[in-house]
C-alpha cells in the first residue's frame, strides 16, 4: 500500500537555524512529489514538484531533495514568516496522497 | 500564475439544509479537479476526484449521494453538501489541477459549520 510519512510532527527552530524535514515514501509508480505550505485556515500553497531521484529545486530559503525512498525540505537560516505547517504528497498512477505534514515553529 | 477560488470561504448552515461550495480555476483549465475535507491539525483527506463531464469518482467511506460532486465545465466544480449535520463541519478544499499528473493548486478553502 502507497504511504507517505512526515517527521518530525513539529519542529520548533530559532530564527537562523537551519534544519530539514523529512518524507518518507513508498508508492508504486512514483509520478511526482510534492511540496506544499499552508497557513492555519487556508489552502496548502504549492511550493515544488519532483520527478526523479537526484533531483533538487530551490526557492528563497527552501530547497527540496528527492532520493528513491525520500524528500528533504531543507529551511536555511528560516524566519519567523516561514513558521507554517508543510505537506508532503506523492502522485502515482492513479491519485496523489498527503503526509500529515509538519508543523513548523519558527521564533525570533 | 495558477489561481483557484472558492466561494463562500464561510458558511453556517442548519442542520437538515444544503450548502453549494463552488471552486473555479481563474486562469487555466482544469480537466481534473479534487475535493477534499481537513480536520483540526490533521492532514487533507481527499473526498473525491472530479473530471469535467464525467461522474465524479468517490472515496471509499464517502458517500455520493451526501455530498453532490459536479464539474460542469473545464474551470468549474461545485460541492453540495445535502441535508447537513453537525459532523458534517469542517475544512472543505478544493484543487485543480493542471495537466495530467501534474501539481495541484488548492483554493482557499470553505470553512462549513453546521448548527
Redesign the interface.
Known amino acids: 500500500e502507497d504511504q507517505v510519512t512526515q517527521s518530525p510532527e513539529a519542529l520548533r527552530l530559532q530564527e537562523g537555524e537551519s534544519s530539514s524535514l523529512n518524507c518518507s515514501y513508498t508508492v508504486s509508480g512514483l509520478?511526482?512529489l510534492?511540496w506544499?505550505r499552508q497557513d492555519p485556515?487556508?489552502?496548502?500553497?504549492?511550493l515544488f514538484?519532483l520527478y526523479s531521484a537526484g533531483e533538487e529545486k530551490e526557492k528563497e530559503r527552501l530547497k527540496a531533495t528527492l532520493t528513491k525512498k525520500e524528500s528533504f525540505l531543507h529551511i536555511t537560516a528560516p524566519k519567523p514568516e516561514d513558521s507554517a505547517t508543510y505537506?508532503c504528497a506523492v502522485?502515482n498512477n492513479n491519485?496523489?496522497r498527503?503526509?500529515?505534514?509538519t508543523?513548523l515553529t519558527v521564533k525570533p | 500564475g495558477?489561481v483557484?477560488s472558492?466561494h463562500p470561504s464561510r458558511v453556517i448552515c442548519k442542520s437538515g439544509t444544503s450548502v453549494k461550495i463552488e471552486c473555479r480555476s481563474l486562469d487555466f483549465q482544469a480537466t481534473t479537479m479534487?475535493w477534499y475535507r481537513q480536520f483540526p491539525?490533521?492532514?487533507?483527506m481527499?473526498m473525491a476526484?472530479s473530471n469535467e463531464g464525467s461522474k465524479a469518482t468517490y472515496e471509499q467511506g464517502v458517500e455520493k449521494d451526501k455530498f453532490l460532486i459536479n464539474h460542469a465545465s473545464l474551470t468549474l466544480s461545485t460541492l453540495t453538501v445535502t441535508s447537513a449535520h453537525p459532523e458534517d463541519s469542517s475544512?472543505y478544499?478544493c484543487?485543480a489541477q493542471r495537466g495530467r499528473?501534474?501539481?495541484?493548486?488548492?483554493?482557499?478553502?470553505t470553512?462549513l459549520t453546521v448548527t
Open positions: 509520478r511526482g510534492f506544499y485556515g487556508k489552502g496548502p500553497e504549492f514538484t505537506l502522485q491519485d496523489m498527503f503526509g500529515a505534514g508543523r | 495558477a483557484v472558492q479534487f491539525k490533521q492532514s487533507l481527499l476526484t475544512f478544499i484543487s499528473g501534474g501539481e495541484q493548486y488548492f483554493g482557499p478553502g470553512r
